[in-house]
């Protein structure tokens, strides 16, 4: 084997040691092999450009397959074209009011409940024939009610339900419907109605009191605490035998992840719990400091260690920051774009705008389309291939290229102005957690397969 001919792409391929051994996460399909220690003698070699002939050639000739070695001249990946929208999940954005004031909202066309737009009946009707529309061939779809606080319009959301149970019913297809909600207005009928309907809930809730009410207040500027927590005891004690979920927002001063997930947790009684670090919001004031953002990934990694744990033991804590990852590794994901906002995602706003997701809604950013006019798949298919197909920058050499895919749209807007860009500012910690996260995932498959078999759908 003449090393000359041969290149090693180390864009392809990252080596993690994990209880002792060496693995090779597999960039380009996201597969995870365990080294041999004649496949490390030949990795050793070439990444010391030393000859390789004399080396087992079944391990090179494989090496060549899964592009770890390759041509100098090797042919650049096929763009991708984007031409059909098969959009699953449908977020409604039933009200842009609420009946908070959350200091850190990004949500741009927020109201108070008085002044709110409110969606109509035949906006969220032709927004659900549109959707089918463009989807037909699924076996099962999604409604994700959005506002604003979507419980300040139920009675839109009970003609929804009404509407698409049948519509969907006939059919013979399955609908699901689900909520983020500031859990401030439910009460015993709301949410006996909603758990009837098996409208999934997440709970917006920022920890304990004191770190809670620091930014989610009411008009009047009272902490919205004590209002939450007694709501959220009642939907638990009727959704108890169902996942409600508490999405957490990270600002600047709420960042003690180990004592938020306690409480939220076991003082609380969720089952699943997402933090959202907030690093690009357009209130500066909010944004994470670089050092509370490294702070904030080195606690989720503690976390990480108790979702580990139980996952061994055949549990499932409810972490859904590394859940999330790790079925993305399970599944050999390979993402171009970063979620599936404008694929297999939309959003419409209470006007009947078409969204690219829920945080553009009332953005200066262009709508790709109306609900009058339909869905605009010229510009949505421009937008999303400039995405995809993006051979500039760092992301084309990072090893978590497939399973970030440059980040956040609405991120990138936010920082840079243009949605178009990938993320950059947070890539170092990103990168050390999405290695965390693959360490994790050998740690369970080691010692308990049938965690995935249980857990991840």
Request: net charge neutral; aromatic share 12%.
């Amino acid at each position: 084997m003449n090393n000359k001919k041969y290149n090693l792409l180390r864009i392809n391929y990252n080596i993690l040691e994990v209880d002792g051994k060496k693995y090779m996460f597999h960039i380009p399909s996201s597969s995870i092999f365990e080294l041999s220690a004649e496949s490390l003698l030949v990795l050793n070699k070439l990444e010391n450009d030393e000859d390789i002939e004399s080396c087992n050639s079944e391990i090179i000739e494989e090496f060549i397959d899964m592009e770890i070695i390759g041509s100098f001249f090797k042919q650049k990946e096929k763009d991708v074209k984007i031409e059909n929208f098969p959009a699953k999940a449908l977020i409604l954005n039933v009200t842009s009011g609420c009946n908070l004031s959350c200091t850190y909202c990004y949500k741009e066309d927020l109201t108070s409940l008085k002044n709110s737009g409110q969606m109509t009946f035949e906006i969220a009707k032709d927004a659900i024939d549109m959707f089918f529309k463009e989807s037909p061939y699924l076996k099962e779809y999604s409604i994700t009610f959005f506002g604003g606080e979507p419980i300040s319009n139920l009675p839109l959301i009970k003609e929804i339900i009404s509407y698409a149970n049948s519509f969907f019913g006939e059919k013979g297809l399955k609908i699901g419907y689900s909520m983020t909600t500031n859990a401030t207005l439910l009460t015993k009928s709301i949410i006996e109605y909603l758990y009837e309907n098996r409208v999934d809930i997440t709970v917006s809730m920022d920890g304990p009191e004191a770190l809670h009410n620091k930014t989610r207040v009411f008009e009047n500027g009272k902490g919205s605490y004590e209002k939450v927590a007694k709501n959220v005891a009642l939907l638990l004690s009727i959704y108890k035998d169902r996942v409600v979920a508490a999405r957490v927002t990270l600002t600047r001063g709420v960042t003690d992840i180990l004592k938020i997930w306690d409480h939220l947790k076991n003082d609380i009684g969720f089952k699943e719990i997402g933090f959202a670090p907030v690093t690009s919001g357009e209130k500066e004031f909010f944004n994470l400091s670089v050092f509370e953002q490294q702070k904030v990934f080195e606690e989720f990694k503690i976390l990480g260690e108790h979702y580990i744990q139980n996952a061994i033991n055949g549990k499932l804590n409810g972490f859904s920051n590394l859940h999330r990852t790790v079925i993305d590794i399970h599944e050999g994901r390979k993402k171009k774009l970063p979620c599936g906002a404008g694929v297999g995602l939309l959003s419409v706003s209470y006007k009947g705008d078409i969204d690219l997701c829920h945080r553009f809604t009332g953005s200066d950013f262009q709508s790709f389309g109306n609900i009058e006019q339909g869905l605009d798949k010229p510009a949505l298919s421009k937008f999303l291939e400039k995405r995809a197909n993006e051979k500039d920058g760092s992301c084309q050499t990072c090893r978590v290229r497939y399973l970030c895919a440059g980040g956040c749209y609405h991120e990138s807007y936010i920082k840079s102005g243009n949605p178009e860009n990938s993320v950059s500012h947070y890539c170092d910690d990103l990168r050390s957690w999405i290695d965390y996260a693959i360490t994790a995932y050998i740690r369970i498959k080691n010692s308990n397969p049938d965690f995935f078999n249980k857990f991840i759908k």
